[in-house]
């Protein structure tokens, strides 16, 4: 492998991690808060829908970007009802939000488009544009250091920079604020917190809040970023992987950028390398492509023994009279 491939492979690795870590940034608030969110993979897609849907009515790729966050909110918004306020199988709830936005995208996206469940393709402005970082032309010529600024880190739109600016965001909020050490109790001992005068449903909401916030994100980038539209289930399984990166990071925010870093490496080499010819015997193009959900289980065997999550994950916080 050249330098010139090794960064095209690296500036994918990029881009196809964007929505798993912001995913993952949202299961880090959700389930550091005690609540475990299986839905990411709803939220995402609906998103999605929303974001490519309202972004092809309007051209605009912010008014799409909007309906995406705000459609992500709102199926938190129903997961939190469930999970919090009825005090429901917060694993159950989290399924069920997967397949109502499965079955709700291709329904709605038929009855507006009419083209088989997914949306006209988006161009001009409603789409995510590469953003130009200053001096990246000028320093191109410089040797190794200009390809890297140049194809790596420039030429990326804005919600890849909103991404990796998460990172450092996510662990100042959870460790270096009031709020945050407040949400990591609650997902700790939601009896404490409450002894203490704090509302452990209004902390568990908002993280709710702030995870669906994040999978808006993640989704709209999906549809209008990485992709030009909506198409069914355009997720794959992004939402799970995002979860299991969650695992393998241990519920903190700088290893979960290398997680997702690692899954994003695995789906563009998968992308960029199809029927390899390895000592005679080629490798099916499927075998490739299975590598991320691969890695997933393998990590999920390994490590959830070894990752502790938070004590108070998936239980309801009755409130002792």
């Not at 090794?6 to 990029?14: A, E, H, K, R, W």
């Not at 420039?154 to 920079?161: C, E, F």
């Not at 969650?246 to 490496?265: D, E, S």
Request: with cysteine; aromatic share 10%; hydrophobic share 55%.
């Amino acid at each position: 492998m050249d330098f010139a491939t090794l960064l095209q492979v690296l500036d994918s690795t990029v881009r196809l991690a964007t929505p798993l870590l912001l995913a993952c940034l949202a299961g880090l608030f959700s389930e550091r808060s005690g609540v475990i969110d299986i839905g990411l993979e709803g939220k995402m897609l609906i998103a999605a829908f929303f974001s490519a849907a309202i972004a092809a009515l309007t051209g605009s790729v912010w008014m799409g970007l909007g309906a995406g966050i705000v459609s992500s909110v709102l199926l938190s918004g129903l997961h939190g009802l469930a999970s919090i306020t009825f005090r429901g199988n917060q694993l159950i709830s989290g399924v069920a939000l997967n397949f109502l936005a499965a079955g709700l995208t291709v329904l709605i996206a038929q009855d507006w488009f009419s083209q088989g469940g997914r949306t006209p393709s988006l161009m001009g402005a409603g789409r995510w544009e590469a953003i130009t970082l200053p001096f990246a032309e000028t320093l191109r010529a410089v040797p190794v250091l200009g390809p890297i600024y140049y194809e790596l880190i420039s030429g990326h739109s804005i919600l890849v920079y909103v991404a990796l600016l998460c990172v450092p965001a996510t662990w100042w909020v959870l460790f270096r604020t009031r709020f945050g050490l407040r949400l990591r109790a609650v997902g700790e001992a939601p009896e404490a917190v409450d002894t203490a005068g704090v509302s452990v449903v209004g902390l568990r909401y908002a993280a709710i809040v702030i995870c669906g916030l994040l999978c808006g994100l993640a989704g709209s980038y999906l549809a209008t970023g990485l992709q030009a539209g909506f198409v069914k289930d355009m997720t794959a399984g992004r939402g799970y992987i995002a979860l299991a990166a969650l695992i393998f990071a241990k519920w903190r925010p700088w290893y979960a950028l290398m997680a997702c870093l690692l899954f994003g490496l695995l789906q563009a080499v998968a992308l960029r390398y199809q029927n390899i010819d390895f000592g005679g015997i080629t490798i099916p193009v499927q075998v490739m492509d299975a590598l991320p959900y691969i890695l997933t289980v393998v990590i999920l065997a390994g490590f959830v023994g070894r990752a502790i999550p938070p004590r108070a994950g998936g239980e309801p916080y009755v409130k002792e009279r």
